[in-house]
């Protein structure tokens, strides 16, 4: 049997529909990958390889996601598997629910396969916060992979997946992808179900696809996206296919270049890719003009106060009552919810819960909490000015390339900065893409860099026609390129 892991979504569906292979062909091979690979990118947290075989062995490949392995972030329930997110807290807890979004994937008849590590309670850009292995970078072992989703981008990017599920607070989907060399998409916010995702900052998180092309994204948001009564902040819209503006060209695309968006500081590196990416969308007839973002400045400090206000709400829920690490012989209750927590949390979740709770509290919610809310409103009206003028927006995803693990572990301010292009996204709800748009050679290895499309709410299918006409021009050679090979 020849290696499957290199296949795209559609290439996958087209071979099981002639019977060249099967679903379990695909699992088999996928395990294989990872049996190999995994030891040296650390993606991968668990699989249940039986269960994996046996929703393969029934597979309908007629359905548009039929028989297709999907990698999950350990953040998202998939019934009967472990749901720790990577963190002490929620060791050997066992999901009894499948997420909304897990229920629609097998829906389309894909199969989730495998939970993937990630920073403790999506908290990081590094993955080095996951309380249980480190994963790496698979374009050079020595460095990150992003974060928090770093295992489900290291494993599309590895072939240990073809398409992977993550989650999106303030760049998780996007900045990890553009450190991996590959795609992926944070849909607009209402257009996932959260529910069975667990909560980190709740106005703000929304599932989306990791995958090797904007086309395997769009499969994959086709099958995830919807209305969903379990969450009351998902939007009840008409259907739509999202690969309906694939294949097009950029001809008469205008495309906005927000000049706050490169900053003193980013890698030059970065900086000379994405402008060379700027003028290859240029050279394709895209029509390239200056906007202005004027709030970006403030956007990684009310990032920093709202969710972590949303993030001590939301994670005052593990309390080892029902649930989860349980301290061992509490004198009392007090002490029982201190121990428990205390020994269930890292020190990255610790230090946003005292932040969150700290701008709620008397006396700060209106100096911190309250301000952040009016200037996150300034922020989401940049956008809409700009947006009156073009049709996406084009930056970088990331100011710089994938650094070495434990350089920045110390540095807290240093690692909030990484997220300084993709936070405003989720505060302003709408979308966003990371694609491929070459390599910076460092040493003898190479690094890949990310081009970021953003697009206004609700018009991922525009996005995606604009990504994948820059992916087919400008992406190849990263997306083409096996980094293990
Ligand atoms: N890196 C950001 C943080 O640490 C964003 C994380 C995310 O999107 N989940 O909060």
């Given at each position: 049997m020849a290696d499957l892991t290199a296949l795209s979504i559609s290439e996958l569906q087209a071979g099981f529909r002639k019977g060249d292979f099967t679903p379990v062909d695909a699992v088999k091979g996928l395990e294989a990958r990872i049996a190999a690979a995994d030891p040296q990118?650390?993606?991968?947290?668990?699989?249940d390889l039986e269960s994996a075989l046996a929703a393969a062995a029934k597979a309908?490949?007629?359905?548009?996601?039929?028989g297709v392995p999907i990698g999950i972030k350990d953040a998202i329930n998939v019934l009967g598997e472990p749901c720790t997110c990577a963190s002490k807290i929620l060791a050997g807890f066992k999901s009894p629910y499948d997420a909304t979004a897990i229920s629609k994937l097998r829906a389309a008849g894909a199969i989730p396969f495998g939970r993937l590590n990630m920073d403790e309670f999506a908290m990081?850009?590094?993955?080095?916060?996951?309380?249980f292995q480190k994963t790496r970078n698979p374009?050079?072992?020595?460095r990150i992979p992003g974060g928090s989703s770093g295992g489900s981008a290291a494993s599309v990017a590895a072939r240990e997946a073809f398409a992977t599920l993550g989650s999106d607070t303030g760049g998780s989907i996007r900045q990890p992808a553009s450190l991996c060399g590959v795609v992926g998409l944070k849909p607009s916010?209402?257009?996932?179900?959260?529910?069975?995702?667990?909560?980190?900052a709740s106005s703000l998180d929304q599932i989306g696809p990791i995958a090797r092309s904007t086309r395997d994204c769009a499969l994959v948001l086709n099958a995830i996206a919807g209305r969903d009564?379990?969450?009351?902040?998902s939007l009840d819209l008409p259907p739509e296919?999202?690969?309906?503006?694939?294949?097009?060209?950029?001809?008469g695309a205008r495309l906005g270049v927000p000049?706050?968006?490169?900053?003193?500081?980013?890698d030059k590196r970065v900086r000379e890719r994405v402008e060379a990416a700027i003028k290859l969308c240029e050279g394709l007839g895209a029509e390239i003009v200056d906007v202005s973002l004027p709030h970006t400045e403030y956007a990684v400090g009310v990032y920093y106060i709202i969710a972590t206000a949303e993030a001590s709400a939301n994670l005052?829920?593990?309390?080892?009552v029902r649930y989860g690490h349980r301290a061992k012989n509490p004198r009392d209750l007090l002490d029982h919810y201190m121990r428990t927590r205390e020994e269930g949390f890292g020190s990255e979740v610790k230090r946003r819960i005292i932040l969150g709770t700290y701008v709620l509290s008397s006396g700060y919610y209106d100096a911190y909490y309250l301000r952040a809310q009016k200037v996150r409103t300034l922020v989401r009206r940049d956008f809409t000015e700009a947006f009156e003028k073009v049709d996406a927006i084009v930056c970088p995803?990331?100011?710089?390339?994938?650094?070495?693990?434990?350089?920045?572990?110390?540095?807290p301010l240093r690692m909030y900065l990484a997220d300084i292009f993709t936070i405003a996204t989720n505060l302003a709800g709408i979308c966003g893409i990371s694609v491929p748009c070459g390599f910076v050679e460092e040493g003898d290895k190479r690094l890949p860099v990310g081009l970021q499309f953003l697009g206004k709410a609700l018009d991922e299918s525009r996005l995606l026609g604009i990504a994948d006409a820059f992916e087919k021009a400008g992406a190849g050679e990263v997306l083409g390129t096996d980094p293990l090979a």
């Open positions: 990118i650390g993606a991968y947290l668990s699989r309908d490949t007629s359905l548009p996601l039929g990081g850009s590094s993955t080095e916060n996951s309380a374009w050079d072992t020595s916010y209402g257009r996932v179900s959260r529910y069975g995702l667990v909560a980190f009564p379990r969450d009351s902040t296919d999202f690969t309906s503006q694939l294949g097009r060209d950029l001809k000049r706050e968006y490169f900053v003193d500081g980013m005052a829920r593990f309390d080892g995803t990331s100011p710089d390339l994938a650094f070495k693990i434990g350089e920045r572990v110390d540095d």
